[in-house]
């Protein structure tokens, strides 16, 4: 079993910046690659980014340049900072673990990017 929480959402006007954290905790050794996903009301779930235990990242390409994934390895957190934030970038934010048995979820955070 593995345990994700995130933090770190809220408002911000376009332009702005957020850092939103991940926490794990419980099996994480099974863990191959974490990732951030996100749903805006009405679309279905996207993934925006994800990191490899490898190390190795990949951004869709609506966050190319903005977004940076990151590890903190002695804290068990994934990092995602969101430069340079668009309105079309509000959604609910949830944090992915990867497993051969498969995916867990965190709660979800909420981003909201408005003047």
């Known amino acids: 079993q593995v345990q994700l929480v995130e933090s770190g959402g809220g408002l911000v006007q376009p332009g702005g910046s957020l850092r939103l954290s991940c926490a794990a905790s419980g099996s994480l050794v099974s863990i191959y690659a974490m990732g951030w996903y996100r749903q805006a009301p009405g679309k279905q779930r996207e993934s925006v980014a994800v990191i490899t235990v490898g190390g190795i990242t990949n951004y869709v390409d609506s966050v190319k340049g903005r977004f940076t994934i990151s590890r903190d390895n002695a804290k068990n957190t994934v990092l995602l900072q969101m430069n340079s934030l668009k309105p079309e970038d509000t959604a609910v934010y949830y944090c992915?673990?990867?497993?051969?048995?498969?995916?867990?979820w965190g709660q979800g955070t909420q981003v909201t990017v408005s003047s």
């Open positions: 992915n673990g990867k497993t051969f048995g498969g995916d867990y």
